[in-house]
């Protein structure tokens, strides 16, 4: 049991030296005998099953017994045809869903999460599927366990376990005890298993066990149920879905009835309307969809946002508030401190001088109640330590000279919370808390000053000069952090003394520039009807000078502080948040208020969150956004959309992304809809004018594969267009088929039955004795009325000029391909035959094409017309 051992036995079982880890060779090798650090999965459905599925459909069944009726009648060339389009229509099911699932499943992979283990000497971060037995793991607070470890070092380690305990309070750790016999999961405190949560603390543990061979392996078939995400639209979708399912057969049975009634032919009627209710039911808009919303995903990746949550791209598209982080996000998180107060002056950094007392205590503060590292080639850590370390090493100290002078012994880390940071150290043989933190916070716990030497009672007046000096450099834009200490008699004092009677010994002000092109975004926001608001964990002027330079807020008034938030209670702080902009020191709490102030006027917001504490926030939004590079794994799994990049402009395009999106699947609905439309109402009328049947079941089959798969999916493809920043946010209980929509859809699929039926009425008197001729002309005019009627469907308000007629590669493909088919059918003769149709003569064709072009131009019309009248 490797709890039952020491951290030296442990490692040289594993074979491991704790410095310098594995070295990549090693690790390659443990990778090929161990495998992937990963849990088994569910098999996928192989392209035959997909395939398979296809066909498991009532209506295909049906079809099938109607081409084998078809052959048993004699009908063999109408059996071939039903059989080939239904084939060819499984077949682009499988290429639609299958693109549409490798399109998630590379979503997934870009959101697993990621460890940070020593290799040849290194720190590195690798994905946790590539980390193998005996890999060193470095774990802090907010990261998951990637494998099953044995702890050899641990700091106020705490880790959330409560998949195996079912206690959600978070178990603590210790990488020195060693535990006798054989102990539950929950009792290994020495021991820390994969998917489990660092909460607090940091530590160091050596891997012992990967992939099914780890406690949540054991258990992993009982967790092995995915959770399906469909978005709002697309649950809607499903409704509509079997509702028009419905009424579409509805609408068949009683096409069939009454031609029964007309003493038509039984069989072919039957065959008609089952085809016409196949062709009308739009089978392929549920690929579609998913097929534009991850191919809408992965254009989003390109431009650094990850979606976790599929139902979030629709959303997206609706957020109205942009609740955004300052540090990193706004800024570039590139800090250097360029002021520093102390003895009662603030002074540019370079007049700091490291022989003075105070300058000295505020440097030694500063780089050892720090938990960064700094070299000339290279930092890691959190970039307000890395510009602490970096102002110390202006008097050539380092990191590690100064830590091995003074062993740090004990520690409180850094919360967003508490704003503070907490080290104790040893000098000679006593110790030093040094604390560092929020200026507000370290007030609250010193007593007293240290003032050129000598030690003084901390007066209001004193506080009142050090927070006229913290407002002289935040109206700088300058992030300030204190720093005071207090000398302690032993190593091991209780951890509530620590932050506590502390002395004062001055502040270092940093800056850290705004991001270049979040001016540019914060203004296109604005134009698109979103308000950007800052959070931050910063100083209120500090806050609010970064948000006047970029444009969030023009006057102090749009600024809160969370101190001035708790003054409020709920309805006062419902009232006063509209006119907000700027919410500084604020803590994780807030930040679950703030969003659900906002939300109760009935905004869609999103929020941005880093740590650990940030799920609640995250998850209170609408949508929840998370830091790529700074946040924690927490943060990530709580958020909807993650940003590799940590950069707010990537939110306000993944906004625009998420309303082309959302646009885009409409053009792909409304077109399916009202050309599906335009079929019935074919066959209808003149069913009900006891005409001759206008189309065979084959034309609608035909019709039907030519029309609904590629201009469809090219429809949902179509570029992004500039202009969906012009507008304000969809509201998201508006109706997809709300404003134009819910005219022009009934009303194009009216335009396109009636051009059909006068194609077939005019084909009838030109070839008094020729229904197939006439039935070819209805035939060809329904194809290709639809293909020309995609091309304006692209923007309801813009012309096809406007937008570019060859702007959508994709859509003019598919309606040349579309064309060139439907021509080879009547023209081509053997086809033809099989199509029972006749080719066509200039003329005829002329006519056809005329009357094609009919809903293109109406509609291009009614927009000119609906421009006009928006001037
Ligand atoms: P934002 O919320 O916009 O990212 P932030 O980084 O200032 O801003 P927090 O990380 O919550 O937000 O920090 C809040 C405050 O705590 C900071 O303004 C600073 O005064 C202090 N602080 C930040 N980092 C540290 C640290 N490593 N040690 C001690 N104090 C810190």
Redesign the pocket.
């Known amino acids: 049991m490797w709890y039952s051992k020491n951290t030296s036995e442990v490692l040289k079982d594993l074979n491991v030296d704790e410095k310098i880890g594995l070295s990549t060779e090693e690790a390659k090798n443990r990778l090929s005998k161990y495998g992937e650090n990963k849990l088994a999965s569910k098999k996928k459905k192989s392209i035959f099953q997909l395939f398979l599925s296809q066909l498991a459909d009532f209506m295909i069944y049906i079809l099938f017994a109607a081409a084998f009726i078809s052959g048993l009648m004699g009908e063999i060339s109408d059996a071939i045809i039903i059989v080939i389009v239904i084939l060819v229509n499984a077949i682009v099911g499988v290429v639609q869903e299958s693109k549409a699932e490798k399109a998630l499943e590379a979503l997934k992979q870009l959101s697993t999460p990621k460890a940070v283990v020593k290799r040849d000497g290194a720190l590195v971060e690798i994905p946790s599927e590539e980390v193998v037995p005996g890999d060193i793991i470095i774990i802090d607070a907010g990261r998951y366990i990637p494998a099953d470890l044995r702890l050899i070092e641990s700091a106020n380690l705490k880790m959330e376990e409560s998949a195996f305990t079912g206690e959600s309070v978070p178990a603590d750790k210790d990488a020195n005890v060693i535990i006798d016999g054989k102990v539950a999961v929950g009792d290994q405190h020495n021991m820390a298993f994969m998917s489990t949560l660092a909460t607090y603390g940091r530590g160091i543990g050596v891997v012992v066990g990967t992939g099914m061979d780890t406690e949540i392996g054991k258990i992993a078939r009982m967790l092995e149920q995915e959770e399906e995400d469909s978005t709002p639209l697309q649950k809607k979708l499903e409704q509509l879905g079997k509702y028009l399912g419905i009424g579409s057969i509805g609408i068949c049975l009683i096409i069939f009835l009454v031609s029964l009634f007309q003493k038509r032919d039984v069989f072919e009627m039957l065959l008609t309307s089952i085809s016409l209710a196949v062709a009308a039911i739009p089978e392929g808009l549920p690929a579609i969809v998913a097929i534009v919303l991850a191919m809408g995903v992965q254009r989003m990746i390109k431009e650094n946002a990850i979606i976790r949550k599929l139902p979030a791209v629709e959303t997206l598209g609706s957020v109205n508030i942009i609740c955004s ?6 800024t570039q998180n590139k800090m250097t401190v360029t002021k520093f107060y102390a003895d009662d002056k603030l002074l540019k950094i370079d007049a700091l001088d490291y022989k003075n007392k105070t300058g000295r205590l505020l440097i030694d503060c500063m780089m050892l ?3 960064a590292t700094y070299s000339e080639n290279s930092k890691t850590g ?1 970039p ?2 890395i510009a602490l370390l970096e102002a110390g090493f202006r008097y050539d100290i380092t990191k590690e000279s100064i830590n091995n002078r003074h062993k740090r012994v004990d520690e409180i880390p ?1 919360d ?1 919370d508490r ?3 907490s080290t104790v150290n040893a000098y000679n043989d006593k110790y030093r808390v040094f604390t ?4 507000d ?1 370290i007030l609250k716990i010193c007593n007293k000053l240290l003032l050129r030497g000598e030690l003084l009672e901390l007066t209001e007046n004193m506080k009142k000069d050090i927070l006229k000096a913290v407002d002289m450099m935040s109206d700088d834009a300058l ?4 720093a005071a200490y207090k000398e302690v008699p032993s190593a091991h004092i209780n951890i509530d003394e620590i932050e506590k009677d502390l002395i004062f010994i001055g502040m270092m002000g940093m800056i850290d520039p705004p991001r270049l092109e979040v001016k540019d975004s914060i203004a296109l926001c604005k134009h698109a009807g979103i308000t950007p608001v ?6 209120k002027n ?1 806050a609010f000078a970064i948000a006047k330079e970029l444009g969030i807020a023009e006057n102090l008034d749009q600024s809160i502080s969370g101190e001035d938030i708790d003054k409020l209670n709920d309805e006062e702080f419902s009232n006063k948040v509209k006119s907000l902009r700027v919410f500084a ?3 994780p709490e807030h930040k679950v208020k703030i969003v659900k102030a906002f939300k109760a006027h009935g905004n869609i917001v999103s929020m941005t969150g ?2 650990v504490n940030d799920a609640p926030s995250l998850k209170a939004a609408d949508i929840g956004v998370a830091m790529g590079i700074t946040g924690t794994d927490v943060a990530k799994g709580a958020a909807d959309m993650v940003l590799t990049d940590d950069n707010f402009t990537t939110i306000v395009s993944a906004v625009g992304e998420g309303r082309n999106i959302f646009s885009n699947i409409k053009k792909s609905i409304v077109f399916l809809l009202s050309c599906n439309l335009g079929e019935i109402i074919t066959l209808f009328v003149a069913i009900l004018l006891n005409w001759d049947s206008p189309l065979l079941p084959i034309h609608l089959l035909w019709v039907n594969l030519i029309t609904d798969s590629l201009p469809a999916l090219a429809l949902g493809v179509d570029p992004g267009d500039k202009g969906v920043m012009d507008l304000p946010p969809r509201n998201p209980k508006e109706s997809i088929f709300g404003g134009t929509t819910k005219l022009m859809l009934p009303l194009n699929g009216v335009l396109i039955g009636a051009l059909t039926l006068v194609a077939f009425r005019v084909g009838e008197n030109l070839y008094p004795n020729s229904v197939p001729h006439a039935r070819t002309m209805a035939f060809v005019v329904l194809s290709i009325s639809q293909l020309f009627y995609a091309l304006s469907i692209r923007n309801d308000r813009k012309s096809i000029f406007q937008i570019g007629i060859f702007s959508n590669h994709f859509l003019i493909i598919a309606i040349i391909v579309g064309i060139i088919l439907q021509a080879s059918v009547i023209t081509i003769s053997p086809i033809a035959q099989l199509f029972k149709v006749y080719s066509l003569t200039i003329k005829d064709w002329g006519f056809v094409i005329i009357l094609s072009l009919i809903p293109l131009v109406i509609n291009e019309l009614t927009k000119l017309i609906l421009r006009n009248k928006e001037k």
């Open positions: 982080d300052k540090t990193g996000t706004l109640c720090n938990d959190d307000t330590e850094f967003s704003k503070l940071m560092k933190g929020a200026i916070s992030r300030v952090l204190a800052m959070i931050t964990g910063d100083y500090t020191r604020v803590s880093d740590g």
